[in-house]
C-alpha cells in the first residue's frame, strides 16, 4: 500500500539534479567527476551583496517578512524594471520569492485550470512542463532545432494558438539552448499575441545579463502586451547569488495578487536577508557584473571551439546564459562492450561512467536528441571536458 498521491507518483524527478547527484556518488567515490550539469555561475557573490546581509543581520533584519516582499525592495525592483527592460510594473504589481522556481510556480498554479493549453518553445527549461501537468494543464510543445538557432517562427506560434490557449511560456535567453530572441524576432511574435488577447505571457529573463551579441529586449515592453505579460527574474544567475533564493515577478495587479494568495499559504515572505542583499544588488548598475559576463562569452567561444572538433556534434552559437545544447543522435545505437546507446540518457550515463563528465539529457528539456552541457566553470575545465567527452565518444562502435 502506498501513501503518496497520484499527483507525486506523476511527477518526474528533475533530470538536472538527479544528473547532478549520480555525479556527486562518484566523486564521493574518489572519482574525478567535471560537474557540466547545474545551471550555477561558479563565481562568488559580489562582496557589496555581502555586506548588505550582513549589516542586515546586524540591524536585526530577523523577523518575519511581508508576503510580496519589503516595500523599499519592491520599489527598488520597479526601478530596475524601468532602467533596464523599459517595463512599466508598480510595486503592487511585483511579487518577490524563494527564487525564480517559486514564482513560476505561483504563476502557474494562479492561472491554469484542468484541460488548459501552455504553449511551449521546445526546448524548455525542465521544470516548466512538470509544473504545467502537476496543475493539469495541458503541454503543447513548439520543436526547434540547432538550425534554426531553437527559435520559433511567427507562424508556428500562430498555428499553436487556441481557443483552449491560456499562456505562452519561454526563457529568454533560454535555458537550456542559451538562444536568445532579439527584440524584432520578439516584435513579430508580438503581432501574433496582439491577435490573441486571451493568451497570457510569461517572459522568464533570469539570464538577462549574461548575454553576449543582441541587445536584451523584454517582450512586456511592447505597450500593447504590457497588461498580460508577467516578467520573471530573480538574483541567482546575474548577480551569482544561487544560494540566496530570491526571485521576482512583475505581473498584471490581478495575477501579482493571486500569487501573493497562493504564496502566503505556502512559504510567506522570503528570507529577510536575501532582501536585503538583493535590494543592494537590483539597485547596482548592471555594469558591476560585467566581469561575469565577459568570462562566460570567452568560456562560450572556447567551448564552441572545442566542441566543433569532436566528430558527429552539431550545435548552435548561443546569444547568451552558459549552456549549449549539441544534437548527438550520431552516437545512438553504438556500443561500448556491452554498453548500447539507445538514446541521450544513455549516453550521457555513458560519458559520466566512461568519461567521468556530468550532463544533463535533452529528453528532460522536451528535445531528445539532445545533451545539455553548461560551461559555468573554468576554462581548463572545459578543455579538460571536451577532451575526455571527445575520447570516450570515440571508443563507441
Known sequence: MSFLSQRVQRL????????????????????????????????????????????????????????????????AISHKFKRDNNLNYKPSQI????????????????????????????????????MIQLNEGIVVALETDYKSDFKITPAQLEKAITPKTKMFLFSNPSNPTGTMYNEKELRALGEVFKKNPHVLIISDEIYEYITFEDKMFSIGS????????????????????????????????????????????????????SQRAALAAVMADPAVIKPMRDAFLNR?????????????????????????????????GKHHGDILIKDAKDLCMYLLNVGHVAMTPGGAFGAPNYMRLSYATSENQIREAVSRIKNALAELK
Request: charged content about 20%.
Open 300 to 332: 562560450r567561444n572556447l567551448i564552441i571551439s572545442l566542441m566543433n572538433e569532436v566528430p558527429h556534434i552539431k550545435t548552435n552559437n548561443p546569444g547568451g546564459a552558459f549552456y549549449l545544447f549539441p544534437e548527438v543522435s550520431y552516437y545512438f
Open 222 to 273: 511592447i505597450p500593447e502586451l504590457a497588461n498580460r505579460t508577467v516578467t520573471v527574474n530573480g538574483m541567482s544567475k546575474g548577480f551569482a547569488m544561487t544560494g540566496w533564493r530570491l526571485g521576482y515577478i512583475g505581473a498584471p495587479e490581478e495575477v501579482a495578487m493571486a500569487c501573493v494568495k497562493i504564496q502566503g499559504q505556502f512559504t510567506s515572505g522570503p528570507s529577510s536577508i
Open 12 to 75: 518526474a524527478e528533475s533530470e538536472t539534479l538527479a544528473m547532478a547527484r549520480l555525479g556527486n556518488e562518484l566523486k564521493e567515490k574518489g572519482v574525478n567527476v567535471i560537474n557540466m550539469g547545474l545551471g550555477e555561475p561558479d563565481f562568488a557573490t559580489p562582496d557589496f551583496v555581502k555586506v548588505a546581509a550582513k549589516e542586515a543581520i546586524d540591524k536585526n533584519f530577523s523577523y518575519y517578512t511581508p508576503v510580496p516582499g519589503y516595500k523599499d525592495l519592491l520599489e
Open 95 to 130: 511579487v518577490t520569492s524563494t527564487g525564480a522556481k517559486q514564482s513560476i510556480i505561483n504563476i502557474v498554479m494562479a492561472t491554469v485550470n484542468p484541460g488548459d493549453e501552455v504553449i511551449l518553445p521546445a526546448p524548455y527549461w525542465v521544470s516548466y512542463s512538470e
